[in-house]
């Protein structure tokens, strides 16, 4: 089948909703079990990265291994779980490749530019938010969910949101967007952790006061110790996350976003988000509309 080059324009842009953990407890860790197409002898053009793929028969996707409902891996456990471990699958089927065809890889926010420069891995689905100075050294397509940076705290904390932050020590993720944007504007004392599992730890021992990240990041910790750890205030920021790839290879920025479009169409999409973030209490949202590829 050949990967048509057109993508069809979807609808406005998407609020997601973030609603209440309730009694979520660890589904946000279980294995979906989503059948999601792969595609039968895919054509591509000669010398191109997806040719070179789907030949190879492997594709080393990076993904967090930390980060409930979005991307994690337990104990034990053979492959990560959650939203962008599922995209991944989709991505994959495209290539003609199945799960099983799929070498996991974990990414932290500070490698993810040096592993799709350095071809540890052929694509970066890992809580990846689109920004202009991510783009000048890799490429991004999508996005693909929308998201907003809020706060994890303490049960018992008196902090509302980011106005009760002044002079408080808030932890993210070193070379993360998260942490940039709460040090430009808020006065804090920013503590910065290779992930946000530590982050989380710093919380619980009292190191720090509030951990701050994407909300639906953030609903998957609470959602596993709900009587220890809350979100707390409205999104403060929009996060749109994409799939890196290597700028060497631009032609895959039209394969990701004509990918993306067919799982928005068919129903696919919507089947990963239930089986991960849905079970957090967040309702579907709207497809996001893609940015087009240059």
Known sequence: MKISTRFAALGAAALLTLAACGDAGDDTTEAADNDYEVVDSPEFDAGTRMAEIAEAGKVKIGVKFDQPGIGFKAAGSDEPT???????????????????????VETIS????????????????????????????????????????????????????????????????TGSTPIKTIEEKYDVTPAGFDTYSECVEQLKNGSVDAVTTDG???????????????????????????????????????????????AFEDGSWEDAFDATLGKSGNEVPEAPKLDACA
């Open 82 to 104: 959650g939203f962008d471990p599922e995209m991944g699958k989709i991505l994959a089927g495209q290539l003609g490749l199945e799960p099983k065809d799929i070498e996991w």
């Open 110 to 173: 500070d490698n993810r530019e040096p592993f799709l420069q350095n071809g540890t891995v052929d694509f970066v689905l890992a809580s990846y938010s689109i920004t202009d100075e991510r783009r000048q050294v890799v490429g991004q397509a999508g996005p693909y969910y929308l998201t907003g940076q809020q706060l994890l705290v303490a049960a018992d904390s008196d902090i509302k949101g980011p106005e009760d932050l002044k002079g408080q020590k808030v932890c993210s993720v």
């Open 216 to 262: 639906s990041i953030l609903l998957g910790y609470a959602a596993q110790d709900p009587d220890a750890l809350k979100v707390v205030g409205e999104p403060f920021s929009e996060e749109r996350y994409g799939i890196g790839y290597s700028k060497d290879s631009p032609e895959l920025c039209t394969f990701i976003n004509d990918s993306l479009t067919k």
